[in-house]
């Protein structure tokens, strides 16, 4: 785990629950935001989506659970994998110099586990 992570336990925790929170909202609901909604005119203000794209957009993703997240398909070691592939790319397209050797540091599960109480 990167230092400044291990040192501030609780925030991560927190921030987890916080993330956990937000997308339980947006599993339950975010297919049913209007583009006018507070939610889509904050997510196009950061993204500089149109804010009429949105909710098909927010329809077409998909949200995990801790569960799913702290799975070996996520945080235990495919989401690691999806950014070193990702790092290849980018490197290949010229866009970075340097690409790390592996990314788990990176991805892990602690955090989920004990926002999960695990």
Same mark, same amino acid.
């Given at each position: 785990? &990167? @230092?400044?992570?291990?040192?501030?336990?609780?925030?991560?925790?927190?921030?987890? +629950?916080?993330?956990?929170?937000?997308?339980?909202?947006?599993?339950?609901?975010?297919? +049913?935001? &209007?583009?006018?909604?507070?939610?889509?005119?904050?997510?196009?203000?950061?993204?500089?989506?149109?804010?009429?794209?949105? &909710?098909?957009?927010?329809?077409?993703? *998909?949200?995990?659970?801790?569960?799913?997240? !702290?799975?070996?398909?996520?945080? *235990? *070691?495919?989401?690691?994998?999806?950014?070193?592939?990702? !790092?290849?790319?980018?490197?290949?397209?010229?866009?970075?110099? @340097?690409?790390?050797?592996? $990314?788990?540091?990176?991805?892990?599960?602690? $955090?989920?586990?004990?926002?999960? *109480?695990?």
């Amino acid at each position: 785990m &990167p @230092e400044w992570a291990a040192k501030n336990e609780a925030f991560m925790v927190a921030l987890a +629950k916080a993330v956990a929170r937000a997308d339980a909202d947006c599993r339950a609901s975010c297919a +049913k935001w &209007p583009a006018d909604s507070p939610q889509a005119k904050a997510i196009a203000k950061r993204t500089k989506a149109d804010v009429k794209d949105v &909710p098909a957009v927010l329809a077409s993703f *998909g949200f995990p659970d801790l569960a799913a997240q !702290a799975s070996p398909t996520w945080l *235990g *070691g495919g989401a690691a994998k999806t950014l070193a592939d990702t !790092a290849a790319f980018v490197k290949e397209q010229g866009r970075v110099a @340097e690409v790390k050797p592996n $990314y788990g540091a990176f991805v892990t599960t602690p $955090y989920a586990n004990k926002t999960m *109480g695990k």
